[in-house]
């Protein structure tokens, strides 16, 4: 493909639009708001011509060769130990705290914000915000996506976008948007938009055509990731989470493509480090450039992996001193819980029972035995729905969003 041969390149379309007669506007928003607006016209890239230059090519093959090699390093962790029944328990909560990482990232792009603690909290539903409660919902809905990677389709997103916003139904969680939607203004209408995406009449085709895409089986994987997630975002078909779920998409075709077979690599945390970059790519992406986001991709799954084996590592050495602190004997409930831990640094008893599958008193035990051994400490000060946090483990996960940036989790 010539760079900028307008094969990804979108059109555009008036339609008319009638302003919300009750709504309150002041005059210079009434007059911004007259007669037709344009919306956008995606491309049909079904069957469309990719090429990309050699250097970038060869970029982002290294970057799908980093992260294959990150995923078995860290599945080579159950082999490690020399109990292997520790170390197969260790690594499914590596797992599921990458995951999480990487929907705090991806949900933190959007301007969703959530410290580590408060996130741990609103996974057993303590006491957390509105912000870890969508964080929350955003790892259901990377988890479903994951599940449905050999069957990427437009009912397996719309289950994406269903388990994103259940309960929120101003985004009509797991439907197509009926209405018409835009990007970058406050305005009362499309007309001074940064971005007008196509009319919804149009996005139910766009999205088959997408599905068709994704399908394709010969195109560079992470060139084709790219291109994907661009254009959903160009589609934007829903009136809310596009981003997320549109991230979550990365994930189902790294899953697909076999390039992850264990892990959720943090690729969000890594555009999340440039997201001015991912936006701008956005933008050329959508003159008919597919390069800036080709190279965006690469960069971020570099330094997701990067910033990925660092939190892996340091999870890795708070569990070997907590296995040495503890003392307790093999098989034991505290001993048991700690894998747990590292993906659930927030537990009360009834998780502890419920996790370990021991009676309350001696989940109450286990956790009286975790603290004398200084790895829970008391959150708080109240007798009731008392919780215990692991403070080396959200102390770990803090410095992951500082390397990538953040303002929290």
């Known amino acids: 493909m010539d760079h900028g041969d307008g094969g990804f390149a979108i059109g555009w379309e008036s339609h008319p639009w009638e302003r919300e007669p009750d709504r309150a506007a002041s005059r210079r928003q009434r007059l911004s708001a ?13 069957e469309v011509s990719v090429q990309v230059g050699a250097e970038l090519q060869a970029e982002a093959e290294d970057a799908v060769r980093e992260i294959t090699r990150f995923d078995a390093e860290v599945g080579g962790l159950a082999g490690r130990r020399a109990d292997a029944e520790e170390s197969a328990a260790e690594l499914a909560p590596l797992a599921s705290v990458l995951l999480r990482t990487e929907s705090a990232s991806s949900s933190e792009i959007e301007g969703v914000t959530a410290g580590a603690r408060a996130l741990a909290m609103a996974a057993i539903a303590a006491r957390s915000g509105p912000n870890a409660q969508l ?11 994951v599940a449905l990677a050999d069957d990427i389709s437009v009912g397996s997103i719309l289950a994406a976008h269903e388990a994103l916003l259940i309960g929120h139904e101003y985004a009509a969680p797991g439907r197509l948007r009926d209405q018409q939607v835009w990007i970058g203004s406050n305005a009362l209408s499309p007309h001074t938009a940064s971005f007008v995406p196509p009319h919804h009449s149009r996005v139910a ?4 055509d997408l599905i068709a895409f994704v399908k394709r089986a010969d195109l560079p994987v992470l060139v084709h990731v790219a291109i994907a997630h661009a254009q959903f975002e160009t589609i934007h078909p829903f009136n809310d989470g596009n981003g997320r ?42 003159a008919g450039n597919v390069e800036p986001i080709v190279r965006q991709f690469a960069d971020a799954s570099f330094r997701a992996v990067g910033n990925g084996r660092q939190l892996v590592e340091d999870l890795d050495r708070i569990y070997d001193a907590w296995l040495e602190r503890l003392g307790s004997r093999r098989g034991s409930a505290a001993r048991r819980l700690l894998p747990s831990l590292l993906n659930q640094p927030a537990v009360d008893v009834a998780y502890v029972e419920n996790t370990v599958g021991v009676a309350l008193s001696a989940a109450q035990r ?23 946090i692991a403070p080396e483990v959200i102390d770990a996960l803090d410095r992951f969003a500082e390397r990538v940036g953040r303002r929290g989790w």
């Open 245 to 286: 779920v549109g991230r979550t998409l990365v994930h189902a075709m790294l899953r697909r493509s076999d390039v992850t077979r264990r892990l959720t690599v943090p690729v969000s945390a890594g555009l999340l480090t440039d997201t001015s970059g991912y936006f701008r790519a956005l933008t050329d992406y959508r």
């Open 34 to 46: 007259r007669g037709p607006y344009e919306a956008a016209v995606p491309a049909r890239i079904a």
């Open 205 to 208: 085709a766009d999205l088959d």
């Open 366 to 388: 286990a956790v009286e035995q975790l603290e004398d051994a200084g790895i829970l400490s008391r959150s708080g000060d109240g007798r009731r729905n008392r919780v215990w």
């Open 135 to 145: 964080v929350t919902a955003n790892v259901a809905a990377m988890q479903r996506a």
